[in-house]
């Protein structure tokens, strides 16, 4: 059935050979360099191999506006750490004014330049204007948050002769950089920073939750100072009203801080600009996890991280044993078993480690239910299962302890089929659970706090459709939704905002489109802390299984072998634990280096915890 391909994302290294062109020195191939003709495309990296080095070389004497373009588009590809040598494309003024941290702007093949560039003569006091074209694929902005984008992009950027040595160079251009889709794969690297949730504790200690915010840096441009940094600036704005930082206000690296790196034994030391008088001891440690979860994603093998102030004082230091009882993380939470129905529609479980076929039934009423069930959900901390029963119109909740009674449905839908009733439930790391009622003369999105209160309405204000599928983020703060409108179906990422003493309830705002290539989304499951599985298809094409990251980028790496007639999945944030899924073969899953292995031909409807 396909190979299991699921893997750390890390691009496999190309054949470096080394070669010369205008503006540039590529390794690994050398693009034309055309300075005629309606249009020309200036994508400058290989698309074969995205694992080579580019680096910056200054205007050559005599260059033309046409080869002044392109040069300097290829130099805003390069590894130049402050785009030094770009700027020496531009006059001094533009060099000192232009702002390239400002964002960056993803196009299909690469930025083209309109023939009016190659306008006015050796005798032209007044200018050039030269046109940059294409189509957009997203933008990265000041916060370094990607976001999906589409349309036309038409830029002018204009250029002079200097009247003293009579070479060309850029006087008016935006701010930011632009480039095609291969370039910025190259360049950047998608990378989870953390912060606490507002509003989410777990525990009877209060323990906090871990929330990743992912966002993109330069990946050979010193990307652990490059974190350290966008960390210290805060969450990004469409995360920050739901998240928190524990460092104080205004906390930074201290002057010429760079080149962060962990030394032999695998430690890091932080140089910040704060005095120990001002960080307590429990905030510290929570500054410090911060840290460490966000750097083992460039580092996997980082240990410890220590914390220094002013004058080199030691503020604290964190192993990473200690950082994950220092706040809950939801891809450190191996699931003790996966879970589905059998063929009497009954709740079974077997160990995640089991390499065995056999499921036995769960402690407690769903277990030995007479109730047959068409979904399942069961609480993180493995206690408590919720299950739709009755073909989809009641949502049951029962301990998965022996003994006890199912009781009464909690929510109950009046759709008049099974596909417009209960979706799969959902559950929270605070104990929280989630269900839709798909009805489309009353839809509804229900919240249960602990899984035993009264269910509340969420108010989703911006919802473009009707939810078909629901599924809450462990961090409690994020619920990625399929969504239907006029026959298609969407995956969108909501931002969950709890009641502030408001009286304004619960709420989803800030929808944003997880996976824009996709349609008909029938199956999504969680699948890291900023990442989920989707089974659906493109436009015209065939159903697909992916992975998609909640920002809406495209992962570099490759998705899970292929499973025809997937109706279900089920991941973990652990991505240690083999995928599962409901197919045309029962239940199937998927364990690292093999193929897509059988289950139980009679199961369906599988689920991890969450």
């Known amino acids: 059935m396909g190979a299991d391909r699921r893997g750390s994302g890390r691009r496999r290294p190309g054949r470096a050979v080394a070669c010369t062109a205008l503006g540039v020195v590529l390794l690994a191939g050398c693009a034309s360099m055309p300075d005629r003709g309606d249009l020309r495309n200036v994508e400058s990296t290989p698309r074969q191999d995205t694992a080579v080095r580019v680096f910056a070389v200054p205007p050559a004497e005599g260059a033309g506006p046409g080869e002044i373009m392109q040069g300097f588009l290829e130099a805003l590809t390069s590894d130049d750490p402050e785009y030094d040598t770009a700027r020496k494309y531009l006059t001094s003024d533009a060099a000192r004014a232009w702002r390239p941290e400002q964002s960056t702007t993803v196009l299909t093949n690469g930025p083209s330049i309109e023939t009016d560039c190659q306008a006015g003569g050796g005798g032209d006091t007044g200018g050039v204007t030269c046109v940059l074209s294409g189509s957009r694929v997203a933008t990265v902005d000041a916060q370094q948050a990607y976001q999906p984008a589409d349309g036309s992009y038409r830029k002018k950027l204009h250029l002079v002769r200097n009247p003293k040595d009579g070479q ?23 990378v989870d920073k953390y912060y606490f949730a507002s509003n989410t504790a777990v525990g009877a200690s209060g323990q906090p939750v871990a929330v990743a915010d992912p966002v ?30 524990s460092f104080p206000t205004g906390t930074a690296l201290q002057e010429g801080a760079s080149g962060l790196a962990p030394d032999d034994q695998n430690r890091l030391t932080v140089p910040l600009n704060l005095r120990a008088s001002r960080v307590a001891a429990g905030k510290c440690a929570e500054m410090a996890t911060q840290v460490l979860f966000t750097l083992r994603n460039l580092t996997p093998t980082l240990e410890s991280v220590e914390l220094r102030g002013l004058g080199g004082e030691r503020l604290c230091d964190l192993t990473d044993e200690r950082a994950e009882s220092a706040a809950w993380h939801g891809s450190a939470k191996r699931p003790d078993y996966l879970y589905f129905l059998d063929g009497k529609h009954r709740a079974v479980r077997m160990a995640t480690g089991s390499t065995g076929t056999g499921a036995a039934p769960v402690p407690g009423p769903l ?34 302890a022996s003994g006890g009674s199912l009781g009464e449905a909690v929510v109950t839908s009046g759709g008049a089929t099974p596909a417009d009733r209960l979706t799969t439930p959902s559950w929270d790391a605070r104990g929280d659970l989630w269900v839709a009622d798909r009805d489309p003369h009353r839809p509804r999105l229900k919240v249960l706090e602990q899984g035993v209160a009264k269910p509340e309405d ?18 409690g703060v994020r619920i990625a939704l399929v969504v239907e409108k006029d026959g298609r179906q969407s995956l969108l990422i909501g931002r969950i905002q709890r009641d502030d003493g408001t009286g304004q309830g619960i709420s989803v705002d800030g929808l ?6 996709l349609e008909q989304v029938s199956a999504i499951s969680w699948a890291g802390d900023s990442r989920l599985l989707a089974v659906g298809r493109e436009q015209g094409g065939v159903q697909q299984m992916r992975y998609v990251e909640v920002d809406g980028s495209t992962l570099d790496g490759p998705a899970p072998g292929a499973l025809p007639g997937a109706k279900a999945i089920a991941a973990s944030e652990d991505e240690r634990v083999p995928l599962v899924a409901y197919s045309d073969d029962g239940i199937v899953r998927l364990p690292a280096g093999a193929q897509w292995q059988k289950v139980d031909k009679d199961g369906t409807a599988p689920v991890y915890p969450g």
């Open 367 to 400: 277990g030995d239910s007479e109730k047959k069930l068409q979904s399942l959900a069961v609480s993180r901390d493995e206690q408590t299962a919720a299950g739709v029963g009755d073909d989809g119109r009641s949502l049951y909740v029962a301990s998965l």
């Open 512 to 517: 944003r489109p997880a996976a824009p290539g």
């Open 216 to 245: 993109f840096v330069r990946s050979k441009v010193d990307p652990m100072t490059q974190m350290v940094r966008s960390l210290l600036n805060g969450p990004t704005a469409w995360l920050g009203l739901v998240v928190r930082s």
């Open 458 to 475: 969420v108010a989703v204000p911006d919802l473009p459709g009707r939810i078909k599928d629901a599924r809450v983020a462990a961090d």
């Open 168 to 190: 060309w160079r850029i006087d008016g251009l935006p701010d930011g950089v632009v480039m095609g889709k291969s370039d910025f794969q190259r360049n950047y690297t998608s």
